[in-house]
Nanobody, 122 residues
Framework: QVQLVESGGGLVQPGGSLRLSCAAS????????MGWYRQAPGKQRDLVAT???????RYADSVKGRFTISRDNAKNSVVLQMNSLNPEDTAVYYCNADGVKVTGRLGTYQYWGQGTQVTVSS
């Protein structure tokens, strides 16, 4: 069974920084993309940033220049460094792994973490 375990959320003042980490565990042979989504109360879950197996990245326009995503393929982990946070960044952040190949199983799969709360407030 594949699991994604997140850490690093919390409360931060506007202008501050937080670092979110996510590690995938299980019999994984390959992950195409790893990324972060967020969902604010009453809103849909939206992409924040994603990084592909070749190292290329994609960011939401609202976080470009403030957030940086990085990945360790050997450890099946991803980190989101968030700087210059503002109250609009407040949401539950979810780790995502897509295009996952699991040893002994055909096809590819998508997995989600349990979510971690990020609150930006003074």
């Amino acid at each position: 069974q594949v699991q994604l375990v997140e850490s690093g959320g919390g409360l931060v003042q506007p202008g501050g920084s937080l670092r979110l980490s996510c590690a995938a565990s299980g019999s994984i042979s390959y992950i195409y993309s790893m990324g972060w989504y967020r969902q604010a109360p009453g809103k849909q879950r939206d992409l924040v940033a994603t990084i592909f197996s070749d190292g290329s990245t994609r960011y939401a326009d609202s976080v470009k220049g403030r957030f940086t995503i990085s990945r360790d393929n050997a450890k099946n982990s991803v980190v989101l460094q968030m700087n210059s946070l503002n109250p609009e960044d407040t949401a539950v952040y979810y780790c995502n792994a897509d295009g996952v190949k699991v040893t002994g199983r055909l096809g590819t799969y998508q997995y989600w973490g349990q979510g971690t709360q990020v609150t930006v407030s003074s």
